[in-house]
């Protein structure tokens, strides 16, 4: 089986220094780079099928964004926003393509993953060739917005790791259909055993911060800039919506074909918010936008 090198990377914020963890599959000599990235509580571990059923054809490159995983967490919890993870991001990919010819990638965003991407392709002389939108807009549903707010700041502990999968498992209905094994790995990949044995979600609960700071004109303010970036971005962009999701309407996803790079749109049935792309079926959709155009 195709298994992944975990390696670091250090970054620097306005309070300091801190290591960025990142999964890679594939050959570390090939200048084809695919760069996926989680939402908001997950972990680069979400990628690892899709990862291996593309690691023949790309350099797969999967971070854990900082706060998560396997990465430091930032000493000031302010900075968990979305130009700080860019930096991060230009600074991975500086190592990345240290020894390419080609300086492009290929980028797959889930929720944050993809509002990170969309700041990124935005900018001039971006090095992202082909964008992957999953399940995310310049607009966002207020009320589900609420609810992952409400999530993560939840600071629940469980007695067993059974009683943490369970929980995992009940907060990711909207991912859709999955496996008894499958759930198992997407709580597996982000509880963690505290050393008086409770299980806990291994995250930085100062991520709740932006959610907590969020004012009706600080949304209104964000969207605005999330709908001038996504205009300017000048890539083939895919855009994946589950079909059931609360935080992309559909409204705003047909907006997103008609305006910046048009993109392409691909709603995944019976699946909210959002398609994990552990099935074939999903992983189907990556392949052909990737490697068929």
Same mark, same amino acid.
């Given at each position: 089986?195709?298994?992944?090198?975990?390696?670091?990377? @250090?970054?620097?914020?306005?309070?300091?220094?801190?290591?960025?963890?990142?999964?890679?599959? =594939?050959?570390?000599?090939?200048?084809?780079?695919?760069?996926?990235?989680?939402?908001?509580?997950?972990?680069?571990?979400?990628?690892?099928?899709?990862?291996?059923?593309? $690691?023949?054809?790309?350099?797969?490159?999967?971070?854990?964004?900082?706060?998560? *995983?396997?990465?430091?967490?930032?000493?000031?919890?302010?900075?968990?926003?979305?130009? @700080?993870?860019?930096?991060?991001?230009? &600074? !991975?990919? %500086?190592?990345?393509?240290?020894?390419?010819?080609?300086?492009?990638?290929?980028?797959?965003? /889930?929720?944050?993953?993809?509002?990170?991407?969309? =700041?990124?392709?935005?900018?001039?002389?971006?090095?992202?060739?082909?964008?992957?939108?999953?399940?995310?807009?310049? &607009?966002?549903?207020?009320? #589900?917005? @609420?609810?992952?707010?409400?999530?993560?700041?939840?600071?629940?502990?469980?007695?067993?790791?059974?009683?943490? $999968?369970?929980?995992?498992?009940?907060?990711?209905?909207?991912?859709?259909?999955?496996?008894?094994?499958?759930?198992?790995?997407?709580?597996?990949?982000?509880?963690?055993?505290?050393?008086?044995?409770?299980?806990?979600?291994?995250?930085?609960?100062?991520?709740?911060?932006?959610?907590?700071?969020?004012?009706?004109?600080?949304? @209104? #303010?964000?969207?605005?800039? !999330?709908? #001038?970036?996504?205009? %300017?971005?000048?890539?083939? /962009?895919?855009?994946?919506? *589950?079909?059931?999701?609360?935080?992309?309407?559909?409204?705003?996803?047909? #907006?997103?074909?008609?305006?910046?790079?048009?993109?392409?749109?691909?709603?995944?049935?019976? +699946?909210?918010?959002?398609? &994990?792309?552990?099935?074939?079926?999903?992983?189907?959709? +990556?392949?052909?936008?990737?490697?068929?155009?």
């Amino acid at each position: 089986m195709i298994e992944a090198k975990i390696k670091f990377v @250090q970054c620097i914020s306005g309070a300091g220094l801190h290591r960025m963890a990142y999964k890679e599959w =594939g050959d570390p000599d090939n200048p084809d780079v695919l760069v996926c990235v989680h939402g908001v509580t997950r972990v680069a571990d979400d990628f690892d099928n899709l990862a291996r059923a593309l $690691a023949g054809s790309y350099r797969v490159v999967c971070p854990d964004i900082a706060g998560r *995983g396997r990465s430091d967490w930032l000493r000031d919890p302010r900075l968990y926003q979305i130009p @700080q993870y860019i930096s991060d991001m230009v &600074t !991975l990919l %500086a190592r990345v393509l240290a020894n390419g010819e080609r300086q492009s990638v290929a980028w797959l965003g /889930t929720s944050m993953g993809g509002l990170i991407g969309m =700041g990124l392709a935005s900018l001039p002389n971006s090095p992202v060739s082909r964008l992957i939108l999953n399940d995310i807009g310049p &607009t966002m549903d207020p009320a #589900a917005l @609420q609810r992952i707010g409400d999530y993560i700041a939840q600071d629940v502990r469980f007695p067993s790791f059974e009683a943490g $999968a369970k929980f995992i498992r009940d907060v990711s209905l909207s991912f859709g259909e999955h496996t008894e094994a499958e759930w198992l790995k997407l709580a597996r990949d982000v509880l963690r055993e505290t050393p008086d044995g409770q299980w806990i979600r291994h995250y930085d609960m100062g991520l709740a911060f932006a959610f907590r700071s969020a004012t009706a004109q600080s949304v @209104q #303010a964000d969207e605005a800039l !999330l709908w #001038a970036a996504y205009d %300017a971005i000048k890539c083939p /962009t895919l855009l994946v919506r *589950g079909l059931d999701s609360d935080l992309l309407s559909r409204a705003t996803a047909e #907006a997103m074909t008609g305006r910046g790079p048009k993109a392409q749109l691909v709603e995944v049935p019976e +699946v909210g918010h959002a398609p &994990t792309f552990t099935h074939a079926d999903q992983i189907a959709i +990556v392949k052909q936008f990737l490697l068929d155009n």
